[in-house]
């Protein structure tokens, strides 16, 4: 199983998409400080998953989100995502 995920952190005020095969390794990697993007906070929980069977489809999801560059439209993703569940406190 694959997955394209979104992380979201209060403190940075920042989204960061990606893709992975295991979304729990992959979250706690974020949050410990490595090179790149998300080494600025460490706050970082996932506010949107979708799994799929197949790595070409996560990334194909991934590239898609990544080209938007729009924050409006990544919220509405995630609004859309969790009608009917707990909303992420952003």
Do not use: C
């Amino acid at each position: 199983m694959f997955y394209t995920y979104i992380l979201y952190s209060n403190s940075a005020d920042k989204f960061y998409i990606g893709a992975t095969e295991n979304l729990e390794n992959r979250l706690a990697k974020h949050r410990n400080k490595n090179k790149g993007f998300t080494n600025q906070a460490t706050d970082w929980q996932i506010v949107f998953s979708k799994n799929f069977e197949t790595k070409i489809e996560a990334l194909a999801l991934e590239r898609t989100i990544k080209n938007w560059k729009s924050k409006k439209m990544i919220l509405k993703l995630i609004h859309k995502d969790t009608e009917h569940s707990e909303r992420p406190d952003f």
